[in-house]
């Protein structure tokens, strides 16, 4: 081992006892960009250790291999979208503003963290086998179905959603429509010009998603309570 080599040894070892949890994020902060850019084959070890404050020593003392780092890095992806819905306080709304707001949420975090939306294709492309043998990605998506069923039944009771509505398919339905504004953004684009990805665009898609997801939940007689949540 080469002095250079020795000496940012040490000097990672000490940035990670100054700083552990600092240094985790930066790697997983990094690591989202390359494994979103480039896939798992793809990403390499050394770019990530290059763009950080840390060296591809310390990256597999911290996730053992590329593949953990890739699981970690999807783990974080689902933590961040099912917190930014738990912030959202639905309980504290009536219920169609609560389905109003969940619907402009999911549709804004996608469209302003597209790194989430390639990684979930990437592991669709792997056949969903990281997310299988991840217990913290099944943890952290199920009360995201529970939040919607207790939106469902608040309104449900209420008289003003229809019954019937299942909470797992309608959760599809928001996720689909807000995800393919993503995932097919460059080719839709190319093919139709750009005038739906401006911000004023993006504002009118994020609109009309919750309008057709209300149009669809709400009794016939509350479809006027549309237009005071959009």
């Known amino acids: 081992m080469t ?3 020795t000496s940012n040894g040490t000097r990672d070892s000490r940035q990670a006892k100054r700083d ?3 240094v985790r994020r930066d790697i997983l902060s990094v690591a989202m960009e390359e494994f979103s850019q480039n896939g798992l084959s793809g990403a390499r ?3 990530i250790a290059a763009r950080t404050r840390t060296s591809k020593r310390m990256i597999y003392y911290y996730f053992s291999d590329k593949e953990s780092l890739y699981q970690r890095v999807l783990e974080e992806a689902y933590a961040k979208v099912r917190g930014g819905e738990s912030d959202l306080e639905l309980d504290d709304l009536e219920p169609a503003a609560a389905l109003d707001k969940l619907c402009r949420f999911t549709f804004d975090h996608h469209r302003r963290n597209p790194a989430f939306i390639r990684m979930v294709m990437i592991e669709n492309i792997h056949h969903g ?3 299988q043998s991840s217990e913290t990605i099944r943890q952290l998506n199920r009360p995201a179905i529970d939040a919607l069923e207790g939106v469902l039944l608040r309104g449900q009771k209420g008289g003003i959603f229809r019954d019937g ?3 797992l398919e309608l959760h599809w339905q928001i996720s689909a429509l807000s995800f ?3 995932s097919n953004a460059e080719t839709f684009s190319f093919i139709f010009g ?4 401006t911000e004023k665009g993006q504002e009118t898609l994020s609109r009309h998603v919750s309008d057709m997801v209300l149009r669809y939940v709400l009794m016939p007689g509350h479809i006027t309570t ?5």
């Open 3 to 5: 002095k250079s080599a």
């Open 20 to 22: 552990p949890e600092g």
């Open 45 to 47: 070890i050394d770019e």
């Open 129 to 131: 086998r990281h997310m």
């Open 165 to 167: 509505i299942d909470a």
């Open 180 to 182: 393919f504004n993503v």
């Open 194 to 197: 750009d005038s739906l990805f």
């Open 226 to 230: 549309i237009g005071k949540n959009g």
